[in-house]
């Protein structure tokens, strides 16, 4: 990357994004990105549901998922990627959200957008597990009191639900992602970050140190440094430099989704499976790069925001409620009306937590936080 490139690009924010890039948006919303992270909630609901071969699946339908659905297991098996489709999103939608904002606003920002729908899901999590114990034993409520802070992980007090673990990997990405908003959002420095990230977290592959690890986290940087670079496409245009970033994000990113995906190594890979998932990783990097440069503009459907709304809360509910509405109903209906069914009630009760927690609690906290 040369100095030229960087130079040759303002300093300081660009003007708004022409008109054609603001079609699809309601406010400052992008259409599009609203469905994708539908799609990537409802791939990792799948997968918990329907996908993972061994643990909580098997306990909630009394056998392997691969004898349960044996046709449809083998896609939902890859569902696990939906994660790593969340980590590209956020990246651009946090670029996005921040620019222009002081550190006291986007700390708000994300204390709103962040916390109401996750304490309405710990507390529903925690109530619905204490009563049906089944699939995961007692609870101490003192835990569940950790959980509500999103610290519980570093502190070493178990999840209330296995999914929280990518919530703490956000919190880091907003930790880094900070100092940046700290100095004032630029090119320059947002590239800087971009390229600096991913060099620490490769080192952090080849150096024996826990700290540089969990706070660089390599297996997720790729994805959130695409994200960002995607964002600083659709704002200032195209360039080598940030082309640059989303092709050495590719080439990790799809590395580590294969062989150390969510940072755990892998001992042995099917050929196959490879393909898939590296073909997979790729198409989300093709779609986010379409919402860069506005291609899906033309998306304006209000159902997709509707369930852009309803995401958040999805993926928060859908992992140890549902595996206890399956162990429940599974010995009454058939298979794949238990599943129907119970996706069914966990997009009610994701509704539900929206409209009456997450939007008027959001209000609250948006009126009661300063502003600066």
């Known amino acids: 990357m040369s100095s030229s490139t960087l130079t040759s690009v303002p300093s300081q924010p660009a003007a708004p994004a022409p008109a054609s890039q603001q079609i699809g948006q309601r406010g400052d919303r992008i259409v599009a990105l609203d469905g994708l992270r539908f799609i990537a909630a409802f791939m990792v609901l799948l997968y918990h549901l329907a996908g993972r071969p061994a ?6 339908w009394g056998e392997s998922v691969r004898e349960v659905f044996p046709l449809l297991q083998k896609v939902t098996q890859f569902g696990w990627l939906g994660v790593e489709m969340f980590f590209v999103i956020s990246g651009f939608a946090i670029c996005m959200s921040a620019w222009g ?13 962040v916390y109401p729908a996750y304490w309405a899901a710990v507390l529903l999590t925690f ?21 509500l802070t999103m610290l519980h992980e570093p502190l070493g007090v178990p999840a209330m639900d296995g999914v929280y673990w990518t919530l703490w990997s956000e919190l880091k990405f907003y930790l880094l992602f900070a100092l940046v908003v700290a100095k004032g959002l630029t090119y320059q420095r947002v590239v800087t970050f971009c390229c600096a990230w991913t060099v620490a977290a490769a080192v952090a592959m ?9 706070i660089v986290q390599p297996s997720a940087a790729p994805f959130f440094v695409a994200g960002i670079a ?15 970033i989303v092709g050495v994000s590719w080439l990790i990113g799809q590395h580590h989704a294969v062989y150390f995906p969510h940072g755990f190594a892998k001992k042995s890979v099917d050929t196959d499976q490879a393909l898939a998932i590296a073909a997979f990783v790729t198409l989300v ?5 379409a919402v860069a440069l506005g291609r899906l503009s033309w998306i304006k459907w209000r159902a997709l925001t509707t369930a852009g709304l309803l995401t958040y809360p999805l993926y928060l509910l859908h992992q140890q409620i549902g595996w206890v509405l399956v162990y429940g109903l599974r010995r009454e209906l058939p298979p794949y009306v238990t599943l129907v069914l119970v996706i069914a009630i966990l997009l009610l009760a994701s509704y539900l937590v929206h ?3 997450e939007r008027p609690l959001s209000r609250r906290l948006r009126a009661a936080l300063p502003r600066r």
């Open 230 to 244: 995607f964002y600083m496409i659709r704002r200032f245009g195209s360039d080598l430099t940030l082309w640059g």
């Open 101 to 113: 904002r002081s550190l006291g606003e986007f700390f708000r920002s994300r204390v709103v957008r």
């Open 206 to 214: 080849s150096v024996d140190n826990a700290l540089l690890t969990e």
């Open 355 to 357: 409209r009456f927690v």
């Open 55 to 60: 643990g909580g699946p098997t306990q909630a």
């Open 127 to 147: 109530t619905v597990v204490s009563i049906w114990p089944m699939m995961r034993g007692n609870v101490r409520f003192n835990d569940m009191l950790v959980n």
């Open 285 to 289: 990097f093709v779609v986010i790069a």
